[in-house]
């Protein structure tokens, strides 16, 4: 039996909302070979939620199972001028207590915040609640920037959609890379995009002949990461000028050039850990990193752990141990 979770459906949500959490977490991959989830669907009583566009959703487990799981994952919330109830935040709470990994998912973290669980710590919404749950709960700080925010047994993401960035990240988390980008691949979608909301709050640019040598540039860097590569070399490969590749790059990206090439760097050192027993210096090169120190440095902050102990958990069989760990 795999990590179990729970996502609490309630009235007037959105199938989308569920649909998210139930595509990652509640359908089965034989071809993976490991343990995958156990999802329930649970809601504050047991029996029909209605949902939009008339159709209904029946599960007979409320919140007590919502709160027995190892994560627990609220997807919004029906409305976030008014608070939940007191059962809600009950469960919340109880489930914290217990150890579980409590997940929100776009206007979800008004519940979260509502349940205390939030006081003093990082969180997103969506950027258009953020200055809402900002006003409302001011002991959280709110960062409309991110897709996402892990923050240990608490994750919070923005928009419906980076839900789905947020749920590949757990799975990474608990089997590793090459699972996570199998599912992504399956579902059709990128297994982690770079940027935070930035780039959807505004009218979006319409795509320029500049925006096609930017793509091109980041394809070429993704086939030479090992070796040595600047902003000029970027730019050369898109035929810019430094100046105007600088300005331009997050605009289409998201994020700066840099930042944007050490996340692809740190993100192709994760299968060579997992699938090989290179060292962490031959690593290290081999994504382009100049050494073994800036390659742990950036690796740590990006995701939270040395390179070393993510070897340690996802070289050996990491569904049983992550089970295990979080019953």
């Known amino acids: 039996m795999g990590p179990t979770v729970s996502v609490l ?18 359908l089965r991959w034989p071809e993976l070979d490991v343990d995958w989830y156990e999802l329930t669907i649970c809601a504050e009583r047991s029996g029909s939620v209605g ?17 027995r799981a190892q994560t627990v994952i609220i997807p919004s919330v029906s409305d ?20 579980s990994r409590i997940v929100s998912i776009c206007s979800g973290a008004f519940a979260l915040a509502a349940a205390g669980l939030l006081e003093g710590r990082r969180a997103t919404t969506h ?22 925010i892990d923050d240990h047994d608490i994750l919070t993401s923005a928009g419906c959609a ?31 995009r770079d940027g935070g909301q930035a780039q959807y709050i505004e009218a979006p640019v319409t795509p320029t002949p500049e925006d096609n040598r930017i793509a091109d540039s980041m394809t070429w860097a993704m086939e030479h990461l090992s070796e040595p590569i600047t902003v000029q070399t970027l730019a050369r490969q898109a035929a810019m000028s430094s100046r105007t590749y600088l300005r331009r790059f997050p605009r289409y990206a998201g994020v700066s050039p840099i930042r944007w090439l050490i996340s692809q760097r740190v993100r192709a050192s994760l299968s060579l850990l997992e699938t090989t027993g290179a060292s962490i210096d031959e690593i290290a090169r081999a994504v382009g990193f100049d050494t073994a120190v800036t390659y742990r ?11 070393s ?9 990491a569904a049983g141990t992550l089970s295990e760990s979080r019953r």
């Open 9 to 26: 459906a309630y009235e007037g949500m959105s199938a989308f909302e569920t649909g998210i959490v139930t595509e990652v977490f509640g």
């Open 51 to 67: 949902v939009v566009g008339g159709a209904t959703l029946s599960t007979r487990h409320g919140l007590d199972a919502l709160a």
């Open 80 to 99: 976030v001028t008014v608070d939940p109830t007191p059962e809600l935040v009950a469960a919340l709470r109880r489930a914290h207590r217990r150890g």
């Open 127 to 148: 950027w258009r609640y953020a200055e809402l749950l900002r006003c409302r709960y001011p002991r959280v700080e709110v960062d409309p920037n991110p897709l996402y």
């Open 162 to 192: 980076a839900g789905l960035d947020l749920c590949l990240h757990i799975v990474r988390q608990d089997f590793g890379a090459a699972i996570a980008n199998a599912i992504a691949r399956r579902l059709v979608i990128p297994p982690h």
């Open 297 to 307: 440095h950036h690796f740590t902050q990006a995701m939270r752990t040395s390179p």
């Open 309 to 317: 102990s993510y070897r340690r958990t996802f070289r050996t069989s």
